[in-house]
Structures are given as C-alpha cells and as structure tokens.
C-alpha cells in the first residue's frame, strides 16, 4: 500500500505552502481584526490557480482531484481558518454544485472564470427556518416563459456578500415539498463591475465569533430572474445535486480542521520546548506530554482518515459514510486540539497577539457548518445500517 503523494501533488504542496507562509500568513491578522476578506490575497490565489484545484483542464481548473483539494484545504487550514473557508465555500460547495449538476453548456459558461477566481462562488442553501432541517426551504421558484422567478431570501451564506455566482436551491413544487419538488439553478449575481443585478440584494455582513476573515451575510431574491437552462440537474431533483455537493465539501472541511489541528500541535511543542517554569522547560512536565501525545494521535488518525477518503472520491467509490466521518472527527479533534493548545501556552493562549486565540475561535464552527456534527452521526449510523439491510429513512 503505497501512501506516497504523486509528483504532481507534491509539487502542489510546495506551492501552496509557499502561497499560505508569505502571502496569506502575513495578512491574516488585519482581516482578523478588521472583519474584511483579504482582496488582494484572493486576487493572487486566483492568479497561481487555487481556485480551480479539484477541475478538469478543460474547464480551466488544474485536474488535480480531490486529494489536490485536500492539500490545498490542509495548507490553507494550517495558518488561516477564514481564508480556507473563503476558498472552501467558492470550490468545495459553490462551483462544486455547478460542475455536479450542470451541462456541458453551464460548465463552459461558468467554469473557466470560477476557476481562474475572476469570479466568486457561493452555496445558497440555507434559510432562516432551514439550517439543519434542508429540506424545509422556502425560498420559492415559478415558471414562466422561458425563465424562473425567485423570490424569498437565504441566511448565512459564505461569500454572501462578495460571490457574483451562486449556486441556488429554490422550491419549484410546494405540493412535493423540497425532497421532490425543489430545483437548483447556477445564476449570475452581481454584472461585470461588481453591481448586483436586479432583484438581487445581499445583506450585512454578519458579526461572527470566530472566521471574522470570511464574509458571511443573508442574501434576498426578489423578482430575479433565472433562465430555465440554468437547472442545475434535473427540475425538482436539486436537492440530491446540493446534497452530493455537501458529501464531497465535507471531506476537505476535514482536511482543514486537519491544517489548524496540526498548526496547533506545532506550535504547542515549540512553546513547551522553550518555556520554563519550576527550572525546567514545560516539556518535562508529564501532563504537557499527555496532551501531546494525544493531539499529536489525533492529527495522524484524521490525516489517514482524510486521504483515504479523498482516494475514494477520485477512484469513484462509495464514500458518503467516511466523508461524514471526516467532518465530524476533523471538527472535533481541531477544538480538542487547540483548546489543549491554549492551557499549554497560558495566558498567551489567551492574547490575540496569537495564532492560538484566533485558531480557538475558528475552531468551532466546524462542529456546526456543512451539517452539524449530529447530523453527521445520523447520517453515518444511517449509512453503517444500510450496509446489513436495515433501511432507517424511506
């Protein structure tokens, strides 16, 4: 069994971590603490490619599947949660459902400038009375003519407030509900200079606890028109294209949380190798040891997870189960992690002069984005029940 990266990901690796040390690690801070998405490091992202890892050539992204795309997410997770979370949101959800659930015609309209970053992506599936609960969105699409009008509005939307194409979920049928009679479409959201279009209104940015980098806002859809060709799928069949989506954003989510769980192992151990207390540097101490030795398993055990999952999803094998698995364990093992960071570095844990203080506020809303975490056992359970015949839902 060979655990070698291929040439080609190895080189990915080098650039990305060259990108995330000297471009994105330096402007992290002020995004931080602004509440403002870093323009120009997206801008430079764009520019060497990482918006188009996971993409076919064809389509202007670099074909280097979803291990590419976990190396990528791992690098990014390593100095920055909100900056990962910008790329992961435009990739791993909202270009991801574009390139699953379109034409040959929408993937080459829409494809080469998500992928070059020109443009960016979000994932519209989220209302205020559907979070956990997708399938009771409300959010309404009628027919007519040629074209789809939506009107209602999405919460919580990464990208929300700077994406110019979304990926949307709206209910086409109301008497099927949104198992059957819900319809995805890609649409353009702002025009060439920035403007939203007509009928589109993005909200405020939303003040979060954690991800201050990332811009998170509702979004309103009044009187916007979608031409009916911008069916992501099939009519009255998005939800399986956005839930497909949400199966494979769940494996790189944990090859982030992987990222920020071994930046702060890292750094643990290069603070308990130079701090002193009691005479001694805080490495002698037993109990520091312990909360090593356990992070240092838990990277290791999520870094095999992630891989081997990623290697599913690029040889075409099921993968549902494990991809809940990555998120969950990832999101949960990266709080652990820098929670046990932060006693190990004391009050400094506590500084926001620190990756460390910045990395616990991250940290936690992993357990709760892309399907909480006890969304992810029932999903889990359901797929490990299937597997000895016993059906839970219809």
Known sequence: MDFDLSREHQALRKLVREFAEEVVKPATRQADRTSQPPTEVIKQAGEIGLFGVPFPREYGGMGAGETGYCILMEELGRVDTSFATIIGAHIGI?????????????????????????????????????GSDAASIKLRATKEGDSYILDGSKMWITNGPMASTMAILAVTDPALGARGGATAFVASTR???????????????????????????????????????????????????????????????????????????????????????????????????????????????????????????????????????????????????????????????????????????????????????????ILIAEQMFREVGVKIRP
Not at 100 to 123: H, M, N, Q, V, W
Not at 211 to 217: I, K, N
Not at 224 to 234: C, H, K, S
């Open 191 to 377: 025009d060439d200079d920035g403007n939203p279009i007509e009928g589109f209104t993005p909200g405020k940015f939303e003040h979060k606890m954690g991800l201050h980098g990332s811009p998170t806002s509702a979004i309103a859809f009044d009187n916007f028109r979608v031409p009916a060709e911008n069916i992501l799928g099939q009519t009255g069949l998005g939800f399986v294209v956005f839930m497909q989506t949400l199966d494979i954003g769940r494996v790189t989510l944990g090859a982030a949380t992987l990222g920020g769980a071994q930046a702060a192992l890292q750094q643990s151990l290069e603070w308990a190798a130079m701090r002193t207390q009691f005479g001694k540097p805080l490495a002698h101490a037993q109990t520091i040891q312990f909360m090593v030795a356990d992070m240092a398993a838990e990277v290791e055990a999520l870094r095999s997870l992630v891989y081997r999952t990623a290697w599913l999803v690029d040889n075409n094998r099921p993968f549902i189960k494990e991809a809940g698995m990555c998120k969950l364990l990832g999101s949960e093992y990266a709080s652990r992690c820098v929670d046990r960071a932060v006693q190990i570095h004391g009050a400094l844990g506590y500084s926001r002069d620190t990756f460390i203080e910045r990395g616990f506020r991250d940290s936690r809303i992993a357990e709760i984005f892309e399907g909480t975490n006890e969304i992810q056992r």
């Open 94 to 130: 909202g270009t991801m459902a574009i390139y699953l659930g379109g034409t040959k015609r929408i993937r080459e309209k829409y494809l080469p400038d998500l992928c070059s970053g020109k443009k960016i992506a979000a994932f519209a599936l989220t209302e205020p009375q559907a």
